[in-house]
């Protein structure tokens, strides 16, 4: 029994390491069954969906930066309230619902920017919302968020250039 415990403890610092590095603990909580370790190794649907979303906004992200505001976002998105978290994770942790929303909410806001400008700082606030329920749920992946801002000074943004 003893012994379970400690490989399921072992495996999932090993999975974790890999996206969300600060999870250890709160991991440790369903590995008590024998059998649940094991799913730790498949994806699930939550994680899928933040690639995704990193993958879709870096290119938002492009265009926004030459300039343009996008008119919409993959519907997709909105599966962040119903796509199942990894094993050993739970949306009990934090006020999960809010948070999700308020990224979706930030996320409509890039669309309906009047400038560039505008769009360059909505999209910040986007990705200042992605931080937050990092800093709660997942630290792994912030350093990597905060790499997806915007840099906003007089080259990059001024009225007349991109
Ligand atoms: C409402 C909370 C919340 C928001 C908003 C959020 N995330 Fe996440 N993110 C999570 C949780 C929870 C996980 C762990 C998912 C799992 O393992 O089931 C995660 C996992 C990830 C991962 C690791 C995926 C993997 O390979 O395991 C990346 C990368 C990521 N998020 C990027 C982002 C980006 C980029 C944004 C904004 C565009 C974002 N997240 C917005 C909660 C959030």
Known sequence: MLRKIILGGCLCTASFFLACTQQVQS???????????LKMYQESELALLMR????NNMELRQEIMEGKIPENFPERFYT?????ISNGMS???GPFEALADQYLNNMKAITRASS?????????EMVMSCAGCHQIYCPGPLVKIRKMRIPLDETTDSNHGR
Not at 80 to 84: Q, R, V
């Open 116 to 124: 560039p400008r505008e769009a360059k700082i909505a999209y910040n």
């Open 80 to 84: 962040i309230h119903t796509a199942t």
């Open 27 to 37: 991991g440790e909580q369903s590995n008590s069954s024998g059998t649940k370790e």
């Open 52 to 55: 995704t979303m990193y993958d």
């Open 91 to 93: 949306r009990e942790k």
